[in-house]
């Protein structure tokens, strides 16, 4: 095989990642996820809402909730000053719209990994966690995002800030 082969088979097998530093966690995700990624603005409180959704704003002529991550396993560490929001795809879009925002602590990074990259870790995983997983010396947390999205359409359907 030519070298040229074999760096086009490997880009085949990268999957484009995203890491979103987040309630003291990282989280992985496929960047295929991200919409949009905005500088934090203020947002419009949701009173009574459930402890993940601190509210709601405006992008695109849309309402999205702004989802807060660590509510969704009812950690009690106070969340850090939000430094930004990530505009997130909704991979389900059956009732509601179809994009919610995740509060960051940080602006969120880019890397390119290979299935050999990942390790599965143990640990006790919360309500909105799928798997911790480690790659290269880092760790990170892959939400479950059918729960995660669940959650914000029974909120929006409930709630009709749409």
């Known amino acids: 095989m030519t070298d040229a082969a074999v760096v086009l088979g490997n880009e085949a097998n990268e999957l484009s990642c995203v890491v979103i530093p987040t309630s003291g966690h990282q989280l992985l995700l496929p960047n295929v996820c991200v919409a949009e990624i905005l500088p934090w603005r203020r947002i419009k409180v949701l009173d009574d809402g459930p402890a993940w959704c601190l509210g709601y704003m405006g992008w695109r002529g849309l309402t999205l909730p702004v989802v807060h991550y660590g509510g969704f396993n009812e950690e009690s560490d106070p969340m850090q000053t939000p430094r930004c929001l990530i505009v997130m795809n909704r991979a389900r879009t059956s009732g509601g719209v179809e994009f919610y925002a995740l509060v960051a602590d940080s602006l969120p990074r ?20 799928s798997m911790h997983v480690s790659f290269g010396t880092e760790t990170a947390t892959i939400p479950d995002l059918a729960y995660v999205e669940s959650q914000v359409a029974d909120l929006i359907n409930g709630l009709k800030i749409v």
Do not use: P, R, S, W
Not at 119 to 129: H, P, R, Y
């Open 110 to 129: 880019m890397v390119q990994l290979v299935e050999e990259d990942i390790k599965t870790e143990g640990g006790n995983l919360g309500t909105a966690d």
